[in-house]
C-alpha cells in the first residue's frame, strides 16, 4: 500500500464498550468486594481480564484502535473527578485512608458521610455522579487510571486511544460544593483545570498514546456565547501544549451546532461527530463550515444507544458525502456502547425473525468495521453484508410484526376529539366531587407500597417453579388486603392497591403488550452495579387483554373507599425501553397510547373511578436542543391525552411525575389535562404549588409533603405547614396530600408512621379552614 492510499484508508473504532462483562462478572465482583467476600486484588484482577477480553474481541471484530480508559469501577464521571483531584473534602478522609474504598465512599456513601450526587446523563439512562466544585477548589493531575490502562492495552498489543471526559463537559455537568454559593459556575475553574489536563495528556503521550480522546458531549446542549468562548479557549490552550498526543474532540447524542465551527477551528487533529438522528444536522454544517481540511473526521453513523441494526447503504452514503469534507474518515458508533446491551447473539429466546434486526455492541463493532471496509475498499468488498443487511431490514419493513394492519388503521384515525375531555375540568371536577365525595385535602399515595423481601422471594420462586402461578396469587392478595386495611386505619382517602405485582412499572405493562419483546441478557448499566434490562419495543402495539383490571376489581372489593386504578404512560413506556427507529416516535406513542386508552376505559367499566397514568419520564426525554422540544411535548402530551380522554367526566384522571425542576415543562403539564397531578416538592419545600399556580396551573395538584428519597419520617407539623405553604398558592379544592413518589424502595416501619403523620397534618389543617 502507498503512503496515501494508507492514509486514506477508514479505519473503525469506538468510543467505548459494556463494562459488565458477559455474566455481569464486573458487577458480582464490585458487589462481592462491597460485602467483603472478594479481595482487592482480585476485584482488580476481574476488571483486568474484561478490559482485556473486550480489547481483544474489539481487534479481533477488526477495530484498529481500541478506547481505554471507558472501563470504570462505577462511573467514568467519578474517575474524572479522581484524576483531576476533585475530592469533596468529606471525602479526603477515606481517599486518604484506601483509595478504593474512598474512591466507592463517594460513589454510595458511607454511615458517616453522603455520597456525591447522581444524576442522569444527558437523555440517556446511564447516571453519573455529579463533581462537586467550588471556589477554592484545587485541581491536581493524577494520571495513575489512564495511564495504566493504556499500558495494559499497549502491553496486549493493541493501538490504544485513551478516552477522556473533556474539561468543558466536565466543569458543566458539576454543581457547587455543598456550602458554595448556588450560582457559583464551575466553567470559571476552567483556566485551573487545564493546566491539570495538560498534565495528563503529556503523561499519556509517554506512555505510548498517539490520540487522546476528549469527550465533549456537552457540546451538543443549547450553549452561551460564554460557554462557547471557554471551549474555543480550551481546544486553543490544550492544542498549544507541547510533547502532547493527537487530540480527538468527540461529540454525541446530538448535532453540534454552533460549537462546530467553533471546534473546527480550534488547535485538535480531529472531532466526532454523531450523524445519527437529530445529530445527521452536522452533515450540513459540517460542509458550511467549510470542513475539517486535514484533520481527522471520525463519523459516528452507527446509533450507538438503541438496538437495531444499522441501514448500512444509507451510511454508506452519509460516509461517501463526508470524505472529500476532512483530511481523513473514520467509522465509529454514535456514542460509547456502554448504552446498549453486549451480544444480541445471547437472546437465544427471541423469535429469530426479530432477532436479525438487533445489533447490541458486538453486532455495532461488526457494522462499524463492514463500513469502514466498504468505505475503503467499495461496496464489492462487504457484498455479502449488504446483502444480508438488505435482507434483514427488507423482512423487518414487511413483517407482520412491524405492520399490524388494524393497529395502524386506528392510530391513523385518531381525531382531536379523541385527545380531548369530552367536558371541561370544571364540569368534570363538578362531576367528580359528586361522585367521590372526597374531603378538601384529600389524601392519597403515589401507587407502590414497600416491596418487601418476601415478595421479592414469591416473585423468584415463581419464576423457578418453587411456587406455583395460584400460590404467588395468593400471596399478592394478601399483600393486596394488608395494604388496603393500614390505609383504611389510617385514614387515606384515595387507596392504592400497593403495586406488590409488578416487578417494574414498565416491564409489567410490556410483558402484557404485543409489539414488545424481553430479552435474557440484554443488560445496560444504569449506575454503579445497578444493571437493567429494558424491553424492546419492536413492532405495533396492541394489548391482546385487559392488564390490570383484575387486580385492580379485586383491590375495589375490599374497601368502600375509591381504589385508584394504576398505569405507566406512554412517554414513560418509551423512554425506558428501546423503542423502533423506523418510525417517528410519535407514532409508536400513538399507539402505546390506544392501548392503555382501552385499558383505562375497561377500568372505568369495571367501576373504578380513579385512574392515575404515571408519566415520571416526560421532562427526561426532553430534547437536548431547544429547538426540538415543542414537537417532542406535542406528541407526548398528545399521547397522554389519548389515553386519558375516553373517559366520563365523573372518572378523575391523576397523573404523577417525580422531580420538581419542571419548568422546562410547565405548560406541557397544562396541556397534559389531567384531573390531579402529584409532583416532587417536600425538598423543595412546595415551591412547585408557587411555580405551578405562576403558570396558571387550573387544575388539582399534589405537591409531595413526605420525601421518600430518605428513611426520615416527617413529624406531623411539619408536614401541615408544608400544606399550609401549598394553601398559599392552591385552593383548598384544589391541592392534594401524598407523597413524592412511590414507596416501594422504603421499609414499612417508616412509611407506617409517614402515612400517619400525614392524615393527622391533613385533618389538622383542614379543620383550620373556614368553610371546612
Ligand atoms: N406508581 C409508581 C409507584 O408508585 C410511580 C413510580 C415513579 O414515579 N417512578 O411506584
Ligand atoms: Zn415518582
Known sequence: MTAKSAAAAARATVY????????RELKKAVEGYWK?????????????????????RLADAGVHEVPTGDFSFYDHVLDTSVMVGAVPERHRAAVAADELDGYFAMARGTQEVAPLEMTKWFDTNYHYLVPELGPDTTFTADSTKPVAELKEAVAAGHTARPVLVGPVTYLLLAKPAPGVAADFEPLTLLDRLLPVYAEVLADLRAAGAEWVQLDEPALVQDRTRAELNAAERAFRELGSVKDRPKLLVASYFDRLGEALPVLAKSPVEGLALDFTGSAAANLDDLAKAGGLPGKRLVAGVVDGRNVWINHLEKSLATLASLLGLAGSVDVAPSCSLLHVPLDAAAERDVDPQIARWLAFARQKTDEVVALARGLSHGTDAISGQLTANRAALEGRATSSLTRDPAVRARAAAVTEADARRAQPYEERAAAQRKRLGLPLLPTTTIGSFPQTTELRTARADLRRGRIDAKAYDERIAAEIREVLRFQEEAGIDVLVHGEPERNDMVQYFAEQLSGYVATQHGWVQSYGTRYVRPPIL?????????????WTTYA????????????????????????????????????????????????????????????????ETLPLRAADRQEYLDWATESFRISTSGVRADTQIHTHMCYAEFGDIVSAIVALDADVISLEAARSHMQVADELAAAGYPNEVGPGVYDIHSPRVPDADEVASLLRKGLKSVPPERLWVNPDCGLKTRGWAEVRTSLQHLVEAARAVRAGLPNA
Open 16 to 23: 467505548g464498550y459494556p463494562r459488565q462483562g458477559p455474566n
Open 556 to 619: 375495589q372489593a375490599q374497601t368502600e373507599r375509591p381504589v385508584k386504578g394504576m398505569l405507566t404512560g406512554p412517554v414513560t413506556m418509551l423512554a425506558w425501553s428501546f423503542v423502533r427507529d423506523d418510525q417517528p416516535l410519535g407514532e409508536t406513542a400513538r399507539q402505546v397510547a390506544l392501548a392503555l386508552r382501552d385499558e383505562v376505559n375497561d377500568l372505568e367499566a369495571a367501576g373504578t373511578s380513579v385512574i392515575q397514568v404515571d408519566e415520571p419520564a416526560l421532562r
Open 36 to 56: 467483603g467476600r472478594v479481595t482487592a486484588e482480585s476485584l482488580r484482577e476481574t476488571a483486568a481480564g474484561l478490559r482485556r477480553e473486550n480489547w481483544q
Open 538 to 550: 419492536a413492532g405495533d402495539i396492541s394489548r391482546p387483554e385487559p392488564m390490570t383490571r383484575e
